[in-house]
Structures are given as structure tokens and as C-alpha cells.
């Protein structure tokens, strides 16, 4: 062990399976030459090293004020949390701020741990008329593990912040409600806790208990839509938002995670308008689609929106400290630093049934993937310096939620809010719906915007809105008048008397499709009358 005497660990033949190597004896060395080739027959250059050891002063910096300050000011649980160690820390935070906080659970996982979910509100509970839902979902694959501790970091930073009178934490509360669920897949993440960081493999814990790629878990809806723009000869008949999910998917036989199911339950129950998914294993932001249109590994294949989700990359790409290094190394092959860190899903490569992909097709939610870390599972001792890299993108994204326009959709005669009525912007192929009180949102970039309102029973309205680069959304409100026949059906229901102006604008509406139903047999009649004629001669 002196000088530059080798010590050799055997490895081991199966990639998965960890080896924990310890020197013979406690040494000090400035610098550690790694060759895996050299020593066995059929060695590998293929290699995952992790070498700790204890900090000693560095003999160059002797004096405290030369020794350069890393990981954090903020004082906050920095450690890896089992399941039962993360449900406590989320009691303590909620107790610590009960007027802002509050748990809840969205369903179980295959072994019965609860989905814990930390809502951030002024009024938590509600859904407030005109206040956007963001959420953040991390531990889809339970060995990724760098975004569950950032949440639990999140929630305990806005926390203390609230209380310390931050504006800008302040701000965030008050007009954003907020879901932080830190772990999807639980039961994964359990397996990979107990080997560790030093231990667990690429793959261990990646999958629920029964083994499902829960990334790869939702409904394709993609197909779907393409088969559909592929068979459909009428253009006008085909939808490009709320695909339905279909029956085979629904099915209590189809192969889809309790945790699946939970989540797309929680989607469908409230309105999310934001919302980012967080991975590990790579450095880099991917936004949708994530599948590509003819089954091909890798392809750009963009959304009606590519110019907002490319938006929405770069927000988190360009504050993340390590991603924003233009010195930084790749994390393996793919070198996404030449891209700015973002990167359309399909062209890395394709992922059929993705969050992603679901939420943009079956709800009004804009959702991309944070791949946080190199290390899917680094050390506790990093967590401070990865809560300081990725501390401002947190906020900033969530920020986002209010770009573009907002509104209310009223009937113009009660001032009800209209609810499921669909909006649609121009020269953008993707609509979107109100929510249960008649309050949308349409994240959209800086522009002029012409934007049209439509609902069962009700008259279109369309007016324009101008989105300017002020970090506050344009309000565009709407007021739909009832068509004749929906007013007719709404007295008939109360068992009520019909107005005049109704029964006048009805025979009025009768009259005129008499006319036009007429019209079309005299058109029809003279057709035949000069097909017979010709038939003659």
C-alpha cells in the first residue's frame, strides 16, 4: 500500500450485482489510478466505481477563510428517508405549517404503502376559482431516488420561507395550489434503500413489485390519435385532446400498477395545468411526445405546443447549476450539453405510454422529465449540493403555471361557470376544457392569440387575448349565450312556461330549416327531372 503499489479487488461477472471492496488498511492517497482491464482474462473498460472515504484537511488550505464553502445555507433534512422516515418528516412539516400544509393519500402500492401527497395552499383542501394546480411527481422508478429527497426538501424550504416572510414563497402559495407527491413507486424504492447507495445496481428497485416499467405504464393514447388522423377521411370529426382511455386498458385483467391507476385517478380528479416528473441517471430535460409516431427507436416527433414544452425545458435546464456548466462532463454517452440540456423525448428515444405523453392527450396538464443526476442514487453527503443545484429550478418551473391566459367561462344569463367547455386557440391543434367551475388555463408564449369558446347548448364565442412576458397570466373571460333549443330544454325540464321571444325565435328556426330542407328537394327534383331527360334522348 505504499507508493504506487496496486491493490486488486475482484469484480464480478453479473452487472447488476454490487461488490463492496475495502482496503486492508486505512490509507491516504491524493490520487487513484482505476484498471479493470489489466489484471483478469476478459476484463471489461465497462466500470461503476464509488470510492469514499473521510475528509482530512487539505494541506494547501490550511486556513478556515481559504476553504471554499459547498452544499447549503438552508437547514434541512439532508439524508436519504425510508417510507416510514419520509411519512414522519412529511407529519413534522405539516404540523410546522398547518395553515399552508396538508397530507393526503391518492391510493396504495402493490405492498399497501400509502401514496402520501403534501398539498401547499393558502386555503389546502380547495380548489380555488382561478388558481392553477401544480404538481411534481418523483420515485416513478424506485432506485431514482435524487427526486424524492427534493421534494422533501422542497416542502420543508417553503415551509420555513412562509413563515420568514419570503415575497416570493408568499406569492407562490397564495396564488398556486400545489401537490408534491415524493414517491410513485414506494414498494421499488424500499428494495434499493436497503442495499444503499454503495450497493444498488442500475436496475434494482427500477420496477413495482410485480415488476412493471411504470414509466411505460400508462394508457398509449398516441396510437390512438395517429390511427385515427390515419383512417379518419372526415378531418373535422377527429378530437386532439381528451382521448378516452380505452376499454381494454380500464379492464381489471389489464396488466397496469395499483400506482398506475392511482395516479391517472388523481389526474382525472383535478384540473393539473403544470406538472414535471423526475428521474435519474442522466442530466437532461425531455419534453413530448415521448413516443415515436411509426414505432422507430428515436425520431423528433413534436406536439401542437413543441414551441411552449421547449419553453418549459429550458426554464429548468438553464437554472440548474450543473446542467447550465458548459464544462460540465457527460454523464455517459449522449452528449445533451450541445443540445442546451433539453431534448424532444422521441429523439433520444421512444417510450410508448409515458406521463408525459398521457397527461397532454387525456387532460389539460403540460408535463416534461427532469433527469436530475448522473448517480441515480448518490450519497447522502451530495443531497446538500443537489438541493443547491436544482433549488432555484424548482421554484422557477412552478412559476411557469402562470403564463399564457386564464379565465372563467359564465352562462350570460345566470352567471353560472360552464364546465367541460372547450377552448381553442388558433393555429395551435390542441384544445383544452374548463374544469367543474368554468375556469381554464391555456399556458402559452408571449403573442397575440385569437381564442375560441365552445360548449354544448351554447353559442361559440371568440375574442382575442394578448400574452405578454410579465410572469402573470391574461385574463380572458367568456360569457355564452344559450341556443334556443337549450333554453327550451332547460323550461321543459323545470316543467316552466315558454317565453314569447322563445316561441318566436323557435317558429322563427323552424321556418328557416323548412326553407332549407325545401330548397334541397327542389334541388334534388330538378336533378332527377334533367338525369330522366338525358335518359331519354
Known amino acids: 500500500m505504499n507508493g504506487t503499489q496496486e491493490v486488486v479487488f475482484e469484480g464480478n461477472q453479473d452487472t447488476e450485482t454490487p461488490v463492496l471492496a475495502v482496503f486492508p488498511e486505512s490509507t491516504v492517497a491524493r490520487y487513484i489510478r482505476i484498471n479493470p482491464q489489466t489484471w483478469f482474462k476478459n476484463g471489461t473498460i465497462c466500470l461503476r466505481a464509488e470510492v469514499l472515504g473521510c475528509a482530512l484537511p487539505d494541506p494547501n488550505n490550511i486556513y478556515q477563510w481559504q476553504a471554499q464553502q459547498e452544499g447549503t445555507q438552508d437547514k ?9 422516515e419520509m411519512r414522519k418528516l412529511m407529519k413534522s412539516v405539516q404540523e410546522a405549517c398547518p395553515d399552508i400544509m396538508r397530507i393526503y393519500s391518492i391510493g396504495k402500492s402493490y405492498w399497501g404503502l400509502k401514496l402520501y401527497v403534501m398539498e401547499i395552499s393558502d386555503n389546502p383542501g380547495k380548489h380555488e376559482l382561478g388558481e392553477p394546480e401544480f404538481r411534481y411527481v418523483a420515485g416513478i422508478h424506485g432506485n431514482e431516488v435524487l427526486g424524492r429527497e ?47 447507495s454503495e450497493l444498488s445496481g442500475w436496475v434494482l428497485g427500477r420496477f413495482s413489485y410485480e415488476g412493471i416499467d411504470m414509466n411505460h405504464n400508462f394508457a398509449d393514447l398516441n396510437t390512438v390519435m395517429w390511427t385515427a388522423i390515419e383512417l379518419e377521411t372526415d378531418k373535422s370529426k377527429l378530437i386532439n385532446h381528451y382521448f378516452p382511455i380505452p376499454e381494454q386498458y380500464t379492464s381489471e385483467e389489464a396488466f397496469v400498477a395499483p400506482e398506475t391507476r392511482a395516479v391517472i385517478s388523481w389526474m382525472q380528479t383535478i384540473p393539473f395545468v403544470l406538472s414535471a416528473n423526475f428521474h435519474g441517471g442522466e442530466l437532461v430535460v425531455t419534453y413530448p411526445f415521448d413516443m415515436t409516431r411509426d414505432w422507430a427507436p428515436r425520431e423528433h416527433t413534436p406536439t401542437a405546443d413543441d414551441s411552449f414544452f421547449r419553453w418549459l425545458a429550458t426554464v429548468y435546464a438553464s437554472t440548474n447549476h450543473v446542467m447550465s456548466n458548459p464544462d460540465r462532463r457527460p454523464c455517459h ?11 424532444n423525448g422521441a429523439s433520444w428515444h421512444t417510450v410508448p405510454g409515458s406521463m408525459n405523453d398521457f397527461s397532454y392527450l387525456h387532460t389539460n396538464c403540460f408535463e416534461v422529465t427532469v433527469e436530475l443526476s448522473c448517480d441515480k442514487f448518490p450519497h447522502a453527503s451530495e443531497l446538500p449540493i443537489e ?98 333549443k337549450q333554453r327550451l330544454r332547460d ?36 336533378a332527377q327531372q334533367k338525369r330522366a331527360r338525358k335518359a331519354r334522348r
Not at 401537490?179 to 436497503?194: F, V
Request: proline residues 4%.
Open 76 to 84: 434541512l433534512d439532508f439524508r436519504h428517508h425510508n417510507y416510514k
Open 150 to 196: 427534493l421534494l422533501l426538501n422542497l416542502m420543508q424550504y417553503i415551509c420555513q420561507e412562509y413563515k420568514r416572510g419570503n415575497p416570493r414563497i408568499i406569492h407562490l402559495v397564495k396564488e398556486t395550489r400545489i401537490h408534491l407527491l415524493p414517491s410513485m413507486n414506494p414498494d421499488g424504492y424500499e428494495i434499493a434503500y436497503k442495499k444503499g
Open 333 to 343: 454517452y449522449d452528449d445533451f450539453v450541445r443540445h442546451n440540456n433539453i431534448i
Open 387 to 484: 438541493w443547491e443545484n436544482n433549488k432555484e429550478s424548482l421554484l422557477i418551473y412552478m412559476e411557469q403555471v402562470h403564463r399564457g391566459i386564464k379565465g372563467v367561462i359564465r352562462d350570460k344569463d345566470t352567471e353560472a361557470g360552464i364546465a367541460d367547455a372547450i377552448i381553442k386557440v388558433d393555429d395551435i391543434d390542441h384544445h383544452i376544457r374548463s374544469a367543474f367551475d368554468g375556469d381554464y388555463w391555456r399556458l402559452l408564449n408571449p403573442g397575440d392569440y385569437q381564442v375560441t369558446v365552445m360548449a354544448e347548448g351554447y353559442f361559440p364565442a371568440t375574442r382575442s387575448c394578448r400574452v405578454e412576458y410579465e410572469h402573470y397570466p391574461t385574463i380572458c373571460d367568456f360569457r355564452l349565450t344559450k341556443t334556443p
Open 491 to 526: 323550461i321543459l325540464a323545470k316543467g316552466g312556461k315558454i317565453p314569447q321571444d322563445l316561441q318566436l325565435r323557435l317558429r322563427q328556426l323552424r321556418m328557416r330549416k323548412l326553407r332549407a330542407t325545401t330548397k334541397t328537394l327542389n334541388q334534388r327534383r330538378i
